[in-house]
């Protein structure tokens, strides 16, 4: 098994991702600028699932074979800038969501190249931009029990990177892996993340994308 | 009940709009450029299930209370510019998708002002514009028996208008009403169909979007 990184592991979008990699029997190191609090994290997590999850900063969660890009939207190229050489020759599987919160809605936000995936590729020409996780609901995906049969839809220029993480989506428990295809569909899957969550603050619900009709 | 009118409803988005309506109670006309068209296509779908569905020409599909707009995304503006001053005051429903083939992929078009929804609505000031239809799989759509349990994404900007067309969408069999927001999500909605017929070319199926997680 790989051992994967979450750089900006102790947000919800880290810990859901993070606690459902450590059940699939991945080495999960959380990453933080601040270790104490991932280590805080990991700690939490650990105590409500299986495996291994250890907290610390994000250069220590750079060393993994795979690294998972968990941070704000607003600190990603920043984050994954400072650690490019160790980033070099990897796969990195960008999580983030460009949105805004404008009154009761989410709306998405069009990054200069189209997508935060399309900014963190060209922020790490040497690594392997892949794309996943993005419509997920963070307090379902954190609680084991929460019965989430989710879809992951997955996207890169990389073929067998996306397949790659796509056999690792597949192992995690209750995420269904789906490709949709190459970075010509970034901004359409991030952007429809703002969708998601709109629906769910109308709704007041929790809700997220099953594909129906594809077999399983 | 209302009268709905499909522009460019000999197409595959239009006519499963239309066969599904009428079986809801619908009056609808089937318009297209070519009438005789219209007609023959009107007939065959009505052979098909139940209601009243006529063929005429786009400018008489346009005297109708609702009006859907299905044609293909090129046409679109300049087919409601010519229609502006009958369509004034009505609701203008957009289910245009602005999509073009790239190898193995649909991939999505960002119009100007954002998305086809937006530009309808440029074109008719005096109209009130929703989106809806955008991720349903036209073949799946025209087929009253084909089990389609599918989620309808409506957004516009006009609180009375979209649940209107809430309503509406819900009498449709095979159909479930979710109102995601306002126009602010039109590009995200419509872009996210290139994602699912992606999928749909990639996994060679008829998937739809369904949400996981919402009470009916």
Redesign the interface.
């Known amino acids: 098994m790989s051992t994967v990184g979450v750089l900006g592991g102790t947000g919800p979008a880290g810990r859901g991702v993070a606690i459902r990699l450590a059940s699939a029997g991945y080495d999960v190191i959380l990453g933080s600028r601040d270790a104490t609090r991932a280590e805080e994290t990991a700690s939490t997590l650990l105590a409500r699932g299986e495996g291994v999850i250890r907290g610390a900063t994000n250069d220590v969660a750079a060393d993994c074979e795979i690294i998972i890009v968990a941070t704000p939207f607003e600190s990603a190229v920043a984050t994954v800038k400072e650690l490019k050489s160790k980033l070099a020759g990897k796969i990195v599987i960008s999580m983030v969501n460009a949105l805004v919160r404008?009154g009761?809605?989410l709306?998405?936000l069009?990054p200069p190249r189209g997508s935060m995936a399309a900014q963190l590729a060209f922020a790490l020409p040497d690594s392997t931009i892949v794309g996943a996780f993005h419509h997920l609901?963070a307090s379902?995906m954190e609680n084991l029990d929460s019965g989430l049969?989710?879809d992951v839809?997955i996207f890169s220029d990389d073929v067998a990177a996306r397949d790659r993480v796509a056999t690792m989506v597949a192992e995690m428990p209750g995420l269904r892996a789906?490709?949709?295809?190459?970075m010509?569909?970034a901004?359409?899957?991030e952007?429809?993340t703002?969708?998601?969550i709109?629906?769910n603050i109308?709704?007041k619900?929790?809700?997220?994308?099953?594909?129906?009709?594809?077999?399983d």
Chains 1, 2 share one sequence.
């Open positions: 404008e009761k809605e709306i998405p069009y609901p379902e049969d989710a839809v789906i490709v949709a295809g190459s010509s569909l901004s359409a899957i952007a429809f703002a969708v998601c709109s629906i109308r709704y619900a929790h809700s997220y994308v099953k594909l129906a009709g594809l077999r």
